[in-house]
């Protein structure tokens, strides 16, 4: 009978933090989106790309949101949970009826160790792979779509290091009318190019976005002065094509760190010479997918102890002491990064410091809430 009443105080009490973390969850990943909708709104309306692939990219920027939105969202549960525990005298109760604070909390922290170790997962493998999987089909899709960045009637700089001006732009159609382009690509051999059409298109049409893009003009002349002989050069062609070179996105991705699952960091600190800034950068990202995951069980610490504060003239709300806590983790966690970035703190250290932090404060609340 006993057993079967702890069990029940342990659902009660897991279910008060469950539910307003899931409230925070989805509005931290509200938050996250929220910065991106003007993005992903260009890429529907304005370079027409189709809604599956918005899906999938906004799939893959969730994925990159959670390991940062579920230690928040636990945050926010394990307070306002245990801060209405605390208010209403619950709390109180229960240490009546014989449990302490460790006994009650107990399903607090295996709540918090399923967080930790889904957090863990993700970064070690999960939220690298959607980072990469995002970059690469962004970068597929600008260059697929890439007379949408042609501005009609004006000349339009910077466009694959060209000079381009277009007197009509069809994004639907991928269509340019009266087409002026400077190719200054080669300083020493410009070329002037007038073309009464073009067309922009990929070069895999088998693939789902493309590979890469070819300006394919139509009726038109290619216009060439050699400085060095003072030579002018007049070419007319019926149709010209000219290959819009970019980088792929996901090769280049790959190299970056945080694009590197756990065992492809492993291999890669294999490779790089010990001391060198790559490899400290990579150390450090290394290290720092480990400690990120340990911070659902300090929250546990931090909210259990702030929330059942007893200050009863003024206490401070769930967001308040989590976006205070936010604000002192990243704030010691940019300057040790970039202090480990150049070897100036080991990085199995740098990234422990800013969950000491808040680790000890948290830790030292918790043990004056348990007296």
Do not use: C
């Not at 509200?30 to 529907?44: E, G, S, V, Y």
């Not at 991928?174 to 002037?192: A, G, M, Q, S």
């Not at 009726?219 to 149709?239: A, C, M, T, V």
Request: proline share 5%; aromatic share 14%; charged share 15%.
């Amino acid at each position: 009978m006993l057993t079967k009443k702890i069990k029940s105080i342990d659902r009660y009490v897991l279910l008060e933090v469950f539910q307003p973390f899931v409230g925070g969850l989805l509005f931290f990943i509200f938050i996250f989106l929220m910065f991106q909708l003007l993005r992903l709104a260009d890429l529907l309306i304005v370079k027409g790309v189709p809604l599956g692939i918005l899906l999938k990219m906004t799939l893959y920027m969730s994925m990159t949101f959670l390991p940062f939105a579920l230690p928040l969202a636990f945050l926010i549960g394990v307070l306002i949970g245990f801060g209405r525990l605390s208010g209403d005298s619950e709390l109180i109760a229960m240490k009546a009826g014989g449990m302490s604070l460790k006994r009650i909390s107990a399903p607090v922290f295996a709540f918090g160790t399923v967080i930790s170790i889904l957090s863990l997962i993700m970064n070690i493998s999960w939220v690298p792979l959607a980072q990469k999987n995002f970059k690469a089909l962004l970068v597929k899709v600008g260059n697929t779509k890439v007379v949408s960045t042609i501005n009609e009637g004006t000349f339009t700089s910077g466009f694959f290091d060209l000079l381009i001006y277009a007197g009509e732009v069809d994004s639907k159609t991928n269509r340019l009318k009266d087409v002026f382009i400077y190719d200054h690509r080669e300083p020493k051999n410009p070329l002037t190019i007038i073309a009464k059409e073009g067309e922009i298109f990929p070069v895999d049409s088998n693939s789902e976005l493309g590979n890469s893009s070819v300006l394919k003009l139509y009726n038109g002349n290619i216009h060439r002065i050699d400085s060095k002989n003072r030579n002018y050069q007049k070419i007319d062609f019926k149709q010209y094509q000219l290959f819009l070179k970019f980088s792929e996105g996901s090769g280049g991705a790959a190299l970056k760190p945080k694009y590197l699952t756990y065992f492809e960091l492993s291999d890669k600190l294999d490779t790089l010479k010990p001391g060198s800034g790559p490899y400290f950068e990579h150390l450090t990202e290394f290290w720092n997918r480990i400690s990120v995951a340990t911070i659902p069980l300090i929250f546990v610490l931090i909210g259990i102890g702030f929330a059942t504060a007893r200050a009863r003239s003024a206490r401070a709300s769930a967001m308040v002491v989590s976006f205070v806590v936010i604000f002192v983790y990243w704030g010691l966690v940019i300057p040790i990064t970039n202090a480990s970035y150049q070897g100036i703190i080991p990085a199995w250290i740098g990234t422990w410091i800013p969950n000491l932090a808040i680790g000890i404060p948290g830790w030292i609340a918790y043990r004056k809430a348990s007296w």
